[in-house]
């Protein structure tokens, strides 16, 4: 069955890899043009992606843990996904690159004259930047290696050879996981804005990128099942629970999302409510207004609707939907970090720019082309849980 | 004095044939029928051709309901009954009033749910004809059960009992009413 599946996969790959290289171009076109913007259109395109991989390996270690056939269903998919690791550690490498244009801790002169950075530099400095990012991959890299090593003794000996030590690996593995993406958050995005602080960016960070996992599994799997081979493979029932399963974790984001905006908001305190004046100023509150109703009002209605889950042609559209959105958010996340001038005044627009969608689509078709690549090298078939 | 009929039961094996027999008996042109089993069936919605529930409708009125009371409650207090400057915070605190508000749309919701449903399905019943068959102890057990009620038009003892018996169940018998 993997090998009829064959010419669909590479038939996606090539498209895949088509995009990527147009958008490539197109992105470095734009770095010519336009240095600056180039980097901070790279860095959206950058954290969104890896919520991807990220979101992969935080999935499949929850699978492990909790069972379940939604986790049968899109397993293979989550694998493929957590070996896209070394794609994106060469996908860092433009960042570290860019790290004096993005990050305004990185400029000696400013840090001099600014006592909190001064107390911040044991944390926020270059090196340490570098070497953190380094030791992040490399226990994500330690994760993925342990898992895959799991799934193959399970491929050999049936699903009760590898199950007690992928939970040995899971278990303290979620732990690990979900303290050093909190890290690699605060490093990545949050320190755009070296002032400003909140305990619990990094598991909006985190929960953003599991929800955009799973509308994109749901569309690998509606795309999988669609072919000849796969015909019926998975339930409806199966779409149901990944369609459920996406709308708790898109409520799980508004939730976490709307705590850390109502403690700023009702604190109202200097040092922290910057944050939201510059995403609520400036043209950003249509975004913002646009990200509630686009990325949760609308999702939250249709996904109320139990046919809107059980068919899957319909829960497809609501999952590419749901994956533009996370772009949206993103955008309001990251781009108003850079929209003040050198005295901290807003701009009076949106900063918006045409690499903005060029660069996610650029890493966008060179992630599927080689998430593809690594969906091929396994079987297809899940495992059965027997 | 015999009593009057509530309808004939028949007992089947396994949780398939309650389904074909319920599939058979709506194409037969049967309408006022139930099955009993101990397990939930998914197909046995479709085989009955049970009509969607009215719930959803209720708990969504009941949730609105609640979301209009909570933000209307908060409304009220700070700008009405009782404004206060917090802080400086314009009366309107719209953001710090959204807990509530879900809280009393969850709320609302779920007791909706509970009354509604209670209601639905007629509860509380202290009687039902069904439990005057001596096997149906097992229906929480390990018997699939299917009954056609005596209501229904085409309703006729003799033919009923041979249609029933065509489906080879391990036992028809009377229901008294």
């Known amino acids: 069955m993997t090998e009829a599946m064959r010419p669909h996969l590479d038939r996606v790959q090539t498209r895949a890899l088509i995009v990527g290289i147009v958008g490539i171009a197109a992105t470095a076109a734009g770095?010519?043009?336009?240095?600056?913007?180039?980097?901070?259109?790279?860095?959206?395109?950058?954290?969104?992606?890896?919520?991807?991989?990220l979101g992969s390996l935080g999935l499949l270690m929850l699978h492990h843990m909790v069972g379940g056939g939604w986790g049968v269903a899109i397993r293979r998919g989550l694998e493929a996904g957590t070996r896209t690791l070394p794609l994106m550690f060469v996908f860092f490498i433009p960042?570290?690159?860019?790290?004096?244009?993005?990050?305004?801790?990185?400029?000696?002169?400013?840090?001099?004259?600014?006592?909190?950075?001064?107390?911040?530099?044991?944390f926020l400095n270059t090196n340490g930047f570098l070497i953190r990012a380094v030791v992040y991959f490399v226990v994500w890299g330690f994760l993925i290696m342990r898992l895959h090593k799991g799934s193959s003794i399970q491929e050999a000996k049936g699903y009760w050879g590898a199950r007690s030590f992928l939970q040995r690996v899971s278990a303290p593995g979620l732990i690990v996981h979900v303290l050093i993406a909190t890290l690699a958050s605060v490093d990545w995005i949050m320190s755009l804005e070296p002032h400003w602080f909140s305990t619990v960016y990094g598991i909006i960070f985190i929960v953003g990128g599991a929800l955009t996992t799973f509308a994109f599994m749901i569309i690998v799997v509606r795309f999988l099942t669609q072919q000849a081979p796969m015909e019926g493979m998975v339930s409806s029932q199966t779409f149901h629970d990944l369609g459920n399963l996406m709308f708790a974790f898109n409520m799980f984001w508004a939730y976490v999302s709307f705590s850390q905006l109502i403690i700023i908001w009702s604190a109202n305190l200097p040092e922290e409510i910057t944050y939201y004046a510059k995403r609520l100023n400036g043209g950003y509150e249509y975004v913002a207004l646009a990200v509630f109703l686009f990325h949760f009002a609308v999702p939250f209605l249709l996904l109320l609707l139990r046919k809107h889950k059980r068919q899957p042609q319909i829960l497809v559209k609501i999952a590419v939907w749901m994956m533009l959105m996370r772009l949206l958010d993103l955008?309001?996340?990251?781009?108003?970090?850079?929209?003040?001038?050198?005295?901290g005044v807003p701009m009076p627009h949106v900063n918006f720019h045409w690499l903005d969608i060029a660069a996610p689509i650029a890493l966008g078709g060179i992630w599927v082309w080689f998430f593809m690549?690594?969906?091929?090298?396994?079987?297809?078939?899940?495992?059965p849980v027997s | 004095m015999t009593k009057p009929l509530y309808g004939l039961m028949a007992e089947f094996e396994t949780a398939d044939e309650l389904v074909h027999a319920c599939e058979a008996a709506h194409a037969e042109g049967y309408r006022k029928m139930d099955a009993y089993s101990p397990l939930p069936i998914e197909e046995l919605h479709h085989a009955l051709h049970?009509?969607?529930?009215?719930?959803?409708?209720?708990?969504?009125?009941?949730?609105?309901?609640?979301?209009?009371?909570?933000?209307?409650?908060?409304?009220?207090?700070?700008?009405?009954?009782?404004?206060?400057?917090?802080?400086?915070r314009p009366l309107n605190s719209w953001p710090s009033f959204i807990p509530i508000t879900f809280e009393l749309t969850v709320l609302f919701a779920g007791l909706t749910t509970l009354v509604t449903l209670v209601m639905l399905?007629?509860?509380?019943?202290?009687?039902?004809?069904?439990?005057n068959v001596p096997r149906f102890k097992s229906a929480s057990r390990d018997g699939f059960f299917f009954c056609i009620e005596a209501e229904d038009p085409r309703f006729d003892l003799q033919r009923t009992k041979e249609f029933l018996n065509s489906l080879r169940p391990s036992d028809v018998s009377e229901v008294e009413q």
Request: with cysteine; aromatic share 14%.
């Open chain 1, 31 to 53: 770095l010519m043009m336009n240095q600056e913007q180039f980097f901070r259109s790279y860095l959206l395109a950058f954290v969104y992606w890896m919520g991807v991989t």
């Open chain 1, 95 to 122: 960042i570290a690159f860019g790290m004096h244009s993005l990050y305004e801790w990185t400029h000696a002169d400013v840090v001099a004259k600014d006592t909190v950075l001064q107390h911040k530099s044991a």
């Open chain 1, 331 to 343: 955008f309001w996340v990251i781009t108003p970090a850079f929209g003040h001038d050198k005295d």
């Open chain 1, 373 to 383: 690549m690594q969906l091929k090298k396994r079987s297809l078939e899940p495992l």
């Open chain 2, 50 to 88: 049970i009509p969607d529930t009215p719930l959803p409708k209720f708990v969504l009125a009941g949730g609105l309901a609640g979301m209009v009371a909570g933000m209307g409650l908060l409304q009220w207090i700070s700008n009405i009954a009782y404004p206060y400057n917090v802080g400086g």
């Open chain 2, 121 to 131: 399905c007629g509860l509380p019943m202290p009687y039902h004809p069904v439990f």
